[in-house]
């Protein structure tokens, strides 16, 4: 599944960004004056290669959970069951995402894929509300200090779920995908992912996380730093990476993405988990950042420095650092607005309006 997706994915079409550059000159607007909503328009009509590009609607959020060996190393305050304390919330419809989702009128679908708590089995509590996948692969990751955190048969596995989640949700009318994420230390594995791939220094790398003291960061940062010095991953085998260093629900998210991109729906990026998990999803298929769209700008460090190699600019920049989809949420009105103007908007010549 992971060789036929890449396969599948594409360049964006040029005549259709053509054409969408030509209409976007005829709006009656002066050129230029929707800033970043223009090229995104044109790159969006390239992804789906047509002009105008359908609208990114409905939107549906896919929320990866997992854990994490690397907790055992003191990384972060809080104790790995919150990972599963927080799908019962997401499943429950209580958490920010949740309150977001239903602001933006997106389904959320939350995937178990490496959680190491057992999730409880009950009803759902509302049929039309959020679901919950059970595709664990492993119960967390093994510690990255240590030795690998993934086989490449669990990291391909998780990928692939990625893919399959993708895919089910394009099948069911999706018209745009978000990332979502949850996983108690998570951000230490995206800091060794995005100092693997981009080559910046771990301590440009590693962030807060959820607000860690100055004692707990530096370990962390140390952490990082120990485990690219033990594994050495290389950023032209992205399954190694993610296997060595990575995270079941960083690894799920790659294949998110790349799932999204070869369906030619366009991907709107969270925060700093999504970001390295998209640069998994670049490295194997470098194509496919043109499904990408950067939905804000994490308070993360390691989010700024991951946007710069892919060569993506964030939609809106707010301090947040929350994850669970919620800045991409926040983001989704913007993304609609930018394809609405080229459904809506007249042009020059249909509204009679002078051209200077």
Not at 133 to 141: E, F, K, L, M
Not at 336 to 341: D, I, K, L, N, W
């Amino acid at each position: 599944m992971l060789e036929s997706t890449v396969a599948a994915i594409r360049p964006l079409d040029e005549a259709a960004m053509a054409a969408a550059r030509e209409l976007q000159g005829r709006l009656t607007k002066p050129a230029g004056s929707l800033g970043a909503l223009e090229p995104l328009s044109v790159r969006l009509a390239g992804l789906a290669g047509t002009c105008p590009p359908p609208l990114p609607e409905p939107a549906a959020v896919a929320i990866f959970a997992g854990d994490h060996g690397v907790h055992a190393q003191g990384v972060t305050p809080w104790p790995q069951e919150v990972t599963a304390q927080m799908i019962a919330n997401f499943v429950a419809g209580g958490a920010v995402v949740n309150a977001f989702a239903r602001q933006a009128g997106a389904s959320v679908t939350v995937v178990d894929v490496g959680v190491a708590t057992p999730l409880p089995v009950g009803p759902v509590a509302d049929p039309g509300g959020p679901r919950l996948v059970a595709a664990n692969v492993r119960a967390g990751t093994r510690d990255l200090t240590v030795t690998a955190a993934l086989t490449r048969d669990e990291a391909r596995a998780a990928v692939e779920t990625g893919i399959r989640i993708a895919g089910e949700l394009v099948d069911a009318g999706a018209g745009i995908l978000l990332t979502g994420d949850m996983g108690i230390g998570n951000t230490t594995p995206a800091a060794a992912l995005i100092a693997a791939f981009t080559g910046v220094d771990p301590a440009a790398a590693t962030g807060r996380g959820t607000g860690v003291d100055d004692e707990t960061y530096a370990r962390k940062v140390g952490v990082v730093r120990a485990a690219l010095d033990r594994h050495a991953p290389d950023p032209a085998d992205p399954l190694g990476v993610l296997a060595a260093v990575g995270g079941l629900e960083h690894a799920a998210l790659a294949g998110l993405v790349l799932g999204a991109a070869a369906r030619r729906v366009p991907v709107l990026l969270d925060g700093v988990i999504a970001v390295s998990a998209a640069l998994a999803a670049a490295a194997f298929a470098p194509d496919a950042v043109g499904a990408m769209v950067a939905g804000h700008r994490s308070a993360e460090p390691g989010a700024t420095a991951a946007l710069r190699h892919l060569g993506l600019d964030p939609l809106i920049d707010l301090g947040l650092r929350l994850g669970e989809g919620t800045g991409a949420l926040l983001a989704l009105p913007v993304v609609t607005g930018a394809v609405r103007v080229l459904h809506e908007v007249a042009t020059f010549d249909s509204a009679g309006v002078a051209e200077k």
